[in-house]
C-alpha cells in the first residue's frame, strides 16, 4: 500500500483565494482525520470522520474550513477565503477500526500551506 | 478533561541515553502511544504500551508508565544521530476514537 496520499505537497496563494488539501486514506481504514501544525500551537486536531461520517468537528477555527469525505478514498479540507494566519502544514491521517480503544494513525506527508 | 504535556527540547550527546517525558491527565487511558515525526515528514507510531503495563522494552527503546503519577516516558539507549526527530506523546481511551497527543519533544543530538 502506498499509504496516506495527499497533495499538493506544497501550496503559496494569496490571501483571499480559496484553498483546497486532498487526501486518500489507506484502503480498508475507517477513520479519517486532519491535522494542523504550527510552531506556536502545535499539532491540533481539525475534524475526524468515521465511514465518511464527520464525527467531531470541534476543531475546526472557524467558518472559512470545511472538510468533506465523499466516498471512503477520498477527502478534501477547504479554506475560503484563506487569510495568512492559516500558513501551517496540514496533516491527514487514517486509522482501521479495531476491538478496543487500540488507534495507530497512518499520517500522510503532510500539505505546507503559504498564505501572503 | 484531556490533556498531555511534554518539555519541548532535549539536547543529549550521541551514545547517551534520552528519557523524553510526559504527563497526562486523563485516569481512564487504555493506550498510550509514543509517536516520532521527522522532518518534513509526518508522524510515525514509535512503540505504544496498554494501561495495565507498567514496562514495555522494544531494542534500544523502553516505555515506563506510572500510572499513579500518571506518568510516561520513553528512554532512548545509545542515541544516535538518526533519533533527531520530534516526538510526541499521546493517549487514547475507552469512550473516543482519536487520540490526544502532546506539544512534541524536539530531540536534538550532539557530537
Known amino acids: 500500500d502506498a499509504g496516506v496520499i495527499q497533495s499538493p505537497r506544497h501550496e503559496v496563494t494569496e490571501m483571499g483565494q480559496e484553498v483546497t488539501l486532498r487526501c486518500k486514506p489507506i484502503?480498508?481504514?475507517?477513520?479519517l482525520f486532519w491535522y494542523r501544525q504550527t510552531m506556536m500551537r502545535g499539532l491540533e486536531l481539525l475534524i475526524y470522520?468515521?465511514?465518511?461520517?464527520?464525527?467531531?468537528d470541534s476543531g475546526m477555527p472557524e467558518d472559512r474550513f470545511s472538510a468533506k469525505m465523499p466516498n471512503a478514498s477520498f477527502s478534501t479540507l477547504k479554506i475560503q477565503p484563506s487569510e495568512p494566519r492559516d500558513s501551517a502544514v496540514y496533516f491527514c491521517?487514517?486509522?482501521?477500526?479495531?476491538?478496543?480503544?487500540?488507534?495507530?494513525?497512518?499520517f500522510g506527508p503532510g500539505t505546507r500551506l503559504t498564505v501572503l | 478533561g484531556e490533556d498531555v504535556e511534554q518539555s519541548l527540547f532535549l539536547s543529549v550527546r550521541e551514545g547517551d541515553s534520552s528519557v523524553i517525558n510526559c504527563t497526562y491527565t486523563?485516569?481512564?487511558?487504555?493506550?498510550l502511544y509514543w509517536y516520532k515525526q521527522e522532518p518534513g515528514a509526518g508522524l510515525q507510531l514509535l512503540t505504544y504500551?496498554?494501561?495495565?503495563?507498567d514496562m514495555k522494552q522494544d531494542q534500544r527503546l523502553t516505555v515506563l508508565l506510572n500510572k499513579k503519577d500518571k506518568h510516561l516516558s520513553l528512554r532512548i539507549a545509545d542515541t544516535q544521530t538518526g533519533d533527531s526527530a520530534i516526538y510526541f506523546c499521546?493517549?487514547?481511551?475507552?469512550?473516543?476514537?482519536?487520540?490526544?497527543f502532546g506539544s512534541g519533544t524536539r530531540l536534538s543530538i550532539r557530537p
Open positions: 491521517a487514517s486509522s482501521p477500526r479495531t476491538g478496543d480503544s487500540y488507534n495507530e494513525q497512518f
Open positions: 470522520f468515521n465511514n465518511n461520517v464527520p464525527i467531531d
Open positions: 484502503s480498508g481504514h475507517d477513520y
Open positions: 486523563d485516569s481512564s487511558s487504555t493506550y
Open positions: 504500551i496498554f494501561s495495565n503495563m
Open positions: 499521546a493517549e487514547t481511551y475507552s469512550s473516543a476514537s482519536k487520540i490526544i
